[in-house]
């Protein structure tokens, strides 16, 4: 199964609160000019974000000519900014720049093409550089009338705290396994119950490649691994392939959560307080990685050595 587009997604199942929230604000004529929606990487914030767009624009038909156009990513109204593909690099750009969010400024001042709502969705907030929130940060603090963002973060910390300020949250959570089998049907269970929740982690697990990743993973939180050449040779492949680098890090942070939780149920608190700081410490490693396009691969040397420092077991054994 490839992976969807949030543009073409007819469902969004388990985020019934958030769309209520909305719809009852829409409703009602209080419509916020700045919404962001947080939550972890995969579980469907970007196709929220698009639903909710399709409410706006009278768009929620996808047979319908404004539906199609959704659909197509032709619709007038509708402005959708992320990272950029450098093809140089054969990857996404490790931020998103002010020159990427210059052209809301001008897409506001125009007159709405059908008559109504301009909407613009920032897919990755935490991407936007300095520079970029800053210019954002301008634009919702004056916003032109029936005008819209939704900005969608996996790293709500990473925002600058007066943007967010300036928006409602919408904070969404994982889905269910039944939302998710509903969802995606053809998708394995072991894979549904790896996947925590999240479509976009099932739909990755489901390629069949992550088996090894998952498994240096549980050895490097067991303490049971050697930093052999092959070792090393495994890693710089990670590191190559963005999607299979945030895997790595993705589940090595869950496995800490659930240690550290473990911990704290077992009353060990100074255990499970020195788990939550190699968490915190781990996450910020990945977040910098990602922010200042460091070098992957040191990024996970780093990340060995920082778990498999001797003041730390992460099984109590």
Known sequence: MT?????????VLGHQKAMAQFQEAYAAGRVHHGWLITGPQGIGKASLAYYLARIILGAEDFSSPAGRRVTAGTHGDLLEISRQYDSKKDRLKSEITVADVQPIQS???????????????IDGAEYLNRFAANALLKILEEPPAKAI?????????MLLPTLKSRCRLLALSPLSDENMRRLLPTIEETIIKRSHGSPGRALFLSQGQNSDIEALVDKLARGDIFMTGEVW???AKIARDNKSFTFFFDQLSEALAIEA?????????????????????????????????????????????????????????
């Open 3 to 11: 992976e969807l587009s949030p543009r073409t997604v007819k469902t």
């Open 107 to 121: 897409f506001f001042h125009q007159t709405a093409g059908e008559g109504g709502w301009r909407v613009v969705i």
């Open 149 to 157: 963002l939704f900005l969608t973060t996996s790293s709500p910390g």
């Open 233 to 235: 040779q495994f890693t």
């Open 261 to 317: 939780k473990k911990h704290v149920t077992q009353g060990d608190l100074a255990q499970a307080a020195l788990i939550a700081q190699k968490l915190s410490d781990l996450q910020s490693l990945w977040q910098k990685t990602d922010q200042l396009n460091l070098d992957k691969t040191e990024s996970i040397r780093e990340a060995f050595a920082l778990i498999k420092a001797k003041d730390y077991k992460f099984y109590n054994v």
